[in-house]
């Protein structure tokens, strides 16, 4: 079966750095997303990783290996607007979008 | 300013009853998905939409029904033979069919049966 494991739920400090992993076991892989939804809302996108190695992109940034079914979100700096849940998808090989069931951000002050 | 719009955000019904979810998208996107969401689970397909008058059923399509008569409209009806109805459903669309392109949101509908 198609699975995608991310941590239920994680708390960090505002300002601190937080590292989100996402580990995928598909039938195949074309390309890694991370989304971010706060509660309540739409979720929206923040990176897409198809080639290993490390994407970027201001406070945030994600890693992927292949050979390690595994992903990763880098959050630096942390806001308090940064509280929210973290959704990794996955494209398998039939080019369907195959999601986790998300990682809760708590930041504290 | 382009999106998509979902409505309404909250949305009550008595068990037994059919409820159409509206989504319209002024983005010019041509492929357009339904989500459900619900608490410890990742999004699941519903019904997804390549082009105007064409649909796929996704992989929980059951006791649900869409149609896509217009490029920026993409309603879903849930109906009496959904056995679990209540919960958060989410419309999206992209440029393209294509499932590496970015997928843009709706607010959702929180459908609850009671």
């Known amino acids: 079966g198609q699975n995608i494991d991310q941590p239920t739920e994680m708390t960090a400090t505002e300002g601190a750095i937080v590292q989100i992993n996402c580990t995928y076991q598909?039938?195949?892989?074309?390309?890694l997303f991370w989304y971010q939804q706060h509660a309540g809302e739409a979720p929206t996108f923040l990176s897409y990783?198809?080639l290993d190695g490390l994407e970027e992109k201001g406070r945030f940034s994600s890693f992927l290996s292949r050979s390690k079914g595994y992903s990763y979100l880098l959050l630096k700096e942390l806001q308090m607007k940064d509280s929210a849940s973290y959704l990794c998808?996955?494209?398998?090989?039939?080019?369907?979008?195959?999601w986790g069931a998300g990682t809760k951000l708590i930041i504290k002050p | 300013d382009g999106g998509i719009t979902q409505s309404p955000k909250y949305l009550f019904r008595k068990e037994g009853q059919n409820v159409t979810l509206s989504c319209e998208q002024n983005?010019?996107?041509?492929?357009m998905y339904w989500y459900r969401q619900d608490p410890g689970q990742g999004l699941r397909l519903i019904y997804y939409?390549?082009?105007?008058?064409?649909?796929q059923k996704g992989d929980i399509a059951e006791g649900y029904s869409v149609s896509r008569e217009k490029k920026e409209s993409f309603p879903l009806t849930v109906t009496s033979a959904q056995k679990n109805p209540t919960a958060f459903y989410l419309c999206?669309?992209?440029?393209?069919?294509?499932?590496?392109?970015?997928?843009?949101f709706g607010p959702g509908t929180r459908l609850t049966v009671l």
């Open positions: 999206a669309s992209t440029a393209g069919g294509e499932a590496y392109n970015e997928q843009f």
């Open positions: 983005l010019n996107h041509d492929a």
């Open positions: 939409s390549q082009i105007v008058n064409d649909f």
């Open positions: 598909t039938s195949g892989f074309n390309g």
């Open positions: 990783n198809v």
């Open positions: 998808a996955v494209i398998d090989s039939n080019y369907q979008l195959i």
